[in-house]
């Protein structure tokens, strides 16, 4: 299916407002410097954003301070809580590295585990996005959230999935494309 193109990748935000029907809630997993935060934050009462990276983490910080209307944690988001060990692998893309024995520098968490009801879900996480929507799996089921995610064939290696397989998932789960345009799709409940 062809989509015009969008200026930039944010972009893709505002085709997601026409679908959201819950406004009270969202997650911005991979929330680099915080400009989808930015953006959420003015639409839903409430952003739980999600930084792994020491140095993202701390602009983000930085830039949002403490507030009623979000949460910056530092965390990565996955199948289950754990502990992770990350690497960063470039200025502007980092990935984790699951690691079992629990003494990984970077905390692992499970949306399902949160007591969040979002309207929408953000997910940009160098790779590792079906891991996040296999933790996940309750929280979409039972909220049918907006979702957008990206979706790179050689980030999902890292983690030895195959590309596509996010996206499979959510199709299974009764979601349909509502748009695309690389590296991000705009996923939407159709069950």
Not at 5 to 21: C, F, G, H, P, T
Not at 103 to 125: A, M, N, R, V
Not at 144 to 157: G, N, T
Request: aromatic content about 14%; overall charge negative.
């Amino acid at each position: 299916m062809k989509y015009p193109q969008l200026s930039n990748e944010i972009d893709i935000l505002e085709l997601a407002y026409k679908y959201v029907e819950d406004w009270d809630q969202a997650i911005d997993g991979g929330a680099y410097l915080g400009e989808w935060t930015h953006r959420l934050r003015n639409e839903f009462d409430y952003v739980c954003s999600f930084e792994p990276d020491n140095i993202n983490f701390s602009k983000l910080k930085n830039r949002f301070g403490l507030g009623l209307d979000h949460e910056i944690r530092h965390a990565a988001l996955g199948q289950f809580n754990s502990r992770v060990d990350f690497r960063r692998k470039s200025k502007t893309g980092s990935y984790i590295i699951i690691d079992e024995s629990l003494d990984g520098d970077t905390e692992l968490i499970s949306i399902d585990s949160l007591d969040l009801f979002p309207g929408l879900i953000k997910l940009d996480l160098e790779g590792a996005e079906y891991l996040a929507l296999q933790g996940s799996r309750k929280t979409i089921d039972g909220h049918k959230p907006v979702i957008i995610l990206e979706d790179i064939p050689r980030f999902a290696k890292r983690f030895g999935h195959k590309p596509g397989m996010a996206l499979k998932f959510l199709k299974k789960m009764g979601y349909v494309e509502k748009y695309y345009s690389y590296p991000n799709y705009l996923m939407v409940y159709d069950g």
